[in-house]
């Protein structure tokens, strides 16, 4: 054990006790995506305890990272986000176990990183269709999953909550969520979402699939070309931070 290391979570023993701090090391979290809500969904895992991560994002850090996830800083645009995060938790706990996939979550795939040993889900991806399969394939496995809905073109931290999904309103992502998965047999999924009415915006351009912008007004060989809703850095880490509490209270059965 590294010096200093057993005062490293000291203060969270105090709060929560050995046994559930225990329960936090011995865990495996898989965070799927690692934007502005996974990223910081990881960083306050890693922080609370939690000893094992499953990391999945297919993308590298871009310039456009920089006003909302955490791990994007000068120093690691166009390094992939998976190695940065795996090196962020690493050092703040180095006795933690840390798998990074650099793979695209894609429907019908999530079968290939799911496994039941893991002990809780963060579907922190913005791809309606891979979402639900990851869902759908984490609670065919029994494994916990907690799911980010839309946080984009908001501006108010203090709106963002949990709650099952067919209780949310407001949303819509949650909207769509809840009719696909109630068609799916899904009776539950815990989700994070803002009740904040998203706010009008003017489209800036088109993401492409390197994760940066497509100009407005030029053509892009990409294949991802959809609106880009507007960010800030305080809603999307408001995700994350939640998320990661429902994750550590679901693992020592708070």
């Not at 200093?4 to 090391?25: C, D, N, V, W």
């Not at 990223?39 to 094992?52: D, I």
């Not at 839309?150 to 909550?161: C, I, M, Q, S, Y």
């Not at 109630?182 to 994760?211: D, H, I, Q, T, W």
């Amino acid at each position: 054990m590294l010096a200093g290391m057993s005062e490293a979570f000291s203060r969270t023993e105090i709060l929560i006790g050995p046994e559930a701090l225990a329960k936090l090391t011995a865990s495996t979290v898989a965070l799927f995506g690692l934007g502005g809500v996974g990223s910081y969904a990881a960083e306050a895992l890693a922080r609370a305890g939690v000893g094992g991560f499953l990391l999945v994002d297919s993308a590298a850090v871009s310039p456009s990272n920089l006003n909302r996830q955490v791990i994007a800083t000068w120093s690691t645009v166009d390094r992939p986000k998976v190695e940065v995060m795996r090196e962020r938790i690493l050092d703040i706990n180095p006795e933690a176990r840390v798998e990074a996939r650099r793979e695209r979550i894609e429907r019908n795939a999530a079968e290939g990183f799911l496994r039941p040993s893991l002990s809780y889900v963060v579907d922190a991806i913005d791809t309606l269709s891979a979402k639900i399969d990851l869902v759908v394939g984490a609670k065919a496995l029994g494994i916990p999953v907690v799911s980010s809905m839309g946080a984009g073109n908001k501006l108010d931290p203090t709106r963002v909550e949990a709650a099952d999904i067919y209780e949310t309103e407001v949303c819509p992502l949650a909207r769509v969520m809840r009719r696909e998965l109630r068609r799916m047999g899904v009776e539950s999924l815990n989700v994070v979402y803002s009740k904040e009415l998203p706010l009008e915006v003017e489209e800036a351009g088109l993401p492409c699939r390197f994760e940066g912008i497509c100009p407005k007004d030029d053509p892009c060989p990409c294949d991802r070309h959809r609106a880009v809703p507007g960010s800030i850095s305080f809603v999307p880490s408001a995700f994350g931070l939640v998320a990661a509490s429902v994750v550590v209270r679901g693992i020592i059965g708070r």
